[in-house]
């Protein structure tokens, strides 16, 4: 089964600043999920990826298939951006794409004004 | 596109009842559903997987009899907590997956909470 680890747990910053949100995995995966999940318990998926980078608005995610390793960046950090970030990864690799997720414990962001 | 709506998203039962938790597939078909909770200051854990037509398949440690899936339809999965407990108490949110590899749309999630 995989299993996730992410850095850091916590992480307070500054208006403005530039966010780097690790996640490492064990097992070969199909894709890789990043979710948000705000203190209401809503999940709200990010981005999914299985190769190279995606950029959605300041949010850019990459990911190293080789190394098992993804990274989410948010440019520009502002307080709205506040939120549990959360990377998830299929808990049994298949390869057919119906795979449950098994998840990080999350990395709780605070961007203070 | 891809929306998934849980109902109710809040409900307060007695300790020894049932709770039906409805997972609905919007604007697509899921063969495929995926049931999680999350217990406070806990991860998410797949709970089970739950296939339109056929039984779903429940992750080590989920009790089947207590956590009945139905997934009826290509738009509907339901997951009923029987003869709920107090530590039955989380949030359990539905994901479904369309015809795209690997995606998966999450539910807005529902909180129970067992009194």
């Known amino acids: 089964k995989n299993e996730v680890e992410q850095s850091p747990q916590n992480l307070t910053a500054q208006e403005g600043e530039f966010i780097t949100i690790n996640c490492s995995y064990s097992v070969g995966i199909s894709a890789l999920h990043w979710l948000q999940q705000h203190p209401g318990g809503g999940i709200v998926s990010l981005f999914m990826l299985s190769s190279g980078k995606k950029k959605h608005g300041r949010l850019i995610a990459t990911i190293n298939i080789q190394e098992k390793h993804s990274s989410l960046h948010i440019t520009a950090s502002h307080p709205r951006d506040s939120a549990v970030y959360i990377c998830?990864?299929?808990?049994?690799?298949?390869?057919?794409?119906?795979?449950?997720?098994?998840f990080g414990k999350g990395t709780h962001l605070i961007i203070q004004p | 596109g891809a929306v998934v709506s849980q109902h109710p998203s809040r409900v307060i039962c007695k300790s020894g009842t049932s709770v039906k938790i409805e997972c609905r597939s919007l604007d697509f078909q899921a063969t495929t559903m995926f049931w999680y909770r999350q217990f406070p200051k806990q991860s998410l854990m797949l709970m089970a997987t739950?296939?339109?037509?056929?039984?779903?398949?429940?992750e080590q440690g989920v009790e089947k009899d207590k956590f009945l899936i139905n997934h009826a339809s290509l738009t509907l999965s339901t997951l009923t907590v029987t003869s709920a407990h107090p530590e039955d108490s989380s949030f359990y949110i539905c994901?479904?997956?369309?015809?795209?590899?690997?995606?998966?749309?999450f539910g807005p999630g529902t909180r129970l909470t067992v009194t």
């Open positions: 739950s296939n339109e037509g056929s039984k779903a398949t429940y």
């Open positions: 994901s479904a997956r369309g015809d795209i590899p690997y995606e998966q749309y």
């Open positions: 998830a990864v299929p808990l049994k690799y298949s390869g057919g794409g119906a795979d449950g997720l098994t």
